[in-house]
T-cell receptor, first 112, second 113 residues
Framework: IAGITQAPTSQILAAGRRMTLRCTQDMRHNAMYWYRQDLGLGLRLIHYSNTAGTTGKGEVPDGYSVSRANTDDFPLTLASAVPSQTSVYFC???????????FGPGTRLTVT | DQQVKQNSPSLSVQEGRISILNCDYTNSMFDYFLWYKKYPAEGPTFLISISSIKDKNEDGRFTVFLNKSAKHLSLHIVPSQPGDSAVYFCAASAETSGSRLTFGEGTQLTVNP
């Protein structure tokens, strides 16, 4: 089934631990994005990638890193998690920047 | 600095009536606007969009209106159905900033049978 998958679905993580959220799309989209959703703040862009091999910072990049080794995968890493990173994380992809984005089901992360 | 604002956190309407969701923006460089719908435990899904060269776009029961002078857009759903109950996000992008989306806070729509 074409689309975007995210893993894990949810995770409870101790502060200070390292965590990688996985995102894979099979639509051969060039652009990929990571957002976090927080109540009252909507969706905020963390990092994005125009195409494989390139990444860029979004609105709230601090504490997060990404890589884009190939077209399909766009992992998000929290090097040392903090409680303020408790959120729901959504990965999205688009044919190109500026086109409609397709979202994954999200990862609910709780940092204690 | 919230460039896209949805001032109503929630809206409740009766089935069959019109739902009007509002969105205001401050960045005059925005040239493309979108609405996304989100059900609980799912990712947002694209609903409808409008370019800044238009003032209206219609798709079935959904119509988006854009008032550039007021920096305001609205989503009309008519007739509203219980299955429309969801969180609706307004988003905007500017070609000059790489067409990345800026989202509003979201409005929870509840359509009562």
């Amino acid at each position: 089934i074409a689309g975007i998958t995210q893993a894990p679905t949810s995770q409870i993580l101790a502060a200070g631990r390292r965590m990688t959220l996985r995102c894979t799309q099979d639509m051969r989209h060039n652009a990929m994005y990571w957002y976090r959703q927080d109540l009252g703040l909507g969706l905020r862009l963390i990092h994005y990638s125009n195409t494989a091999g390139t990444t860029g910072k979004g609105e709230v990049p601090d504490g997060y890193s990404v890589s884009r080794a190939n077209t399909d995968d766009f992992p998000l890493t929290l090097a040392s998690a903090v409680p303020s990173q408790t959120s729901v994380y959504f990965c999205a992809s688009a044919r190109e920047l500026g086109y409609e984005q397709y979202f994954g089901p999200g990862t609910r992360l709780t940092v204690t | 600095d919230q460039q896209v604002k949805q001032n109503s956190p929630s809206l409740s309407v009766q089935e069959g009536r019109i739902s009007i969701l509002n969105c205001d923006y401050t960045n005059s460089m925005f040239d493309y606007f979108l609405w996304y719908k989100k059900y609980p435990a799912e990712g947002p899904t694209f609903l409808i969009s409008i370019s800044s060269i238009k003032d209206k776009n219609e798709d079935g029961r959904f119509t988006v209106f854009l008032n550039k002078s007021a920096k305001h857009l609205s989503l009309h759903i008519v007739p509203s159905q219980p299955g429309d109950s969801a969180v609706y996000f307004c988003a905007a992008s500017a070609e000059t900033s790489g067409s990345r989306l800026t989202f509003g806070e979201g409005t929870q729509l509840t359509v009562n049978p």
